[in-house]
Nanobody, 121 residues
Framework: VQLQASGGGLVQAGDSLTLSCAAS????????LAWFRQAPGKEREFVAA????????YYAHFIQDRFTISRDNGRNTVYLQMNNLKPDDTAVYYC???????????????WGQGTLVTVSS
């Protein structure tokens, strides 16, 4: 699976932003898709994941209902709707594809290049 993330940018605290990740490859429709992020000087961390059907999703505890992950299998695209952004959300956001829904990076064997989200206070 090949992944191309987009939609990052500079926003102010409290703003909303939607990230997109276009996927291609013959296993896309059967893959779980996830978002991870990596802030400067920190390790990559799980954000959210959605099952191949879109029927199940899984979020990191810190999301606190601010983010929503969704997928459009007709467009082979996964989205991350982010509301009420905080400066701590500043990071490079990566999309990933894997065989099953999980919150650990090793589960996902395909990764996009990342898109930078910067939240100013």
């Amino acid at each position: 699976v090949q992944l191309q993330a987009s939609g990052g940018g500079l926003v102010q605290a409290g703003d909303s932003l939607t990230l997109s990740c276009a996927a291609s490859g013959h296993t896309v429709s059967s893959s779980a898709l996830a978002w991870f992020r990596q802030a400067p000087g920190k390790e990559r961390e799980f954000v959210a994941a959605v099952s191949w059907s879109g029927g199940s999703s899984y979020y990191a505890h810190f999301i606190q209902d601010r983010f929503t992950i969704s997928r459009d299998n007709g467009r082979n695209t996964v989205y991350l709707q982010m509301n009420n952004l905080k400066p701590d959300d500043t990071a490079v956001y990566y999309c990933a594809a894997g065989a099953y829904l999980d919150n650990t990076a090793p589960t996902y064997d395909s990764w996009g290049q990342g898109t930078l989200v910067t939240v100013s206070s």
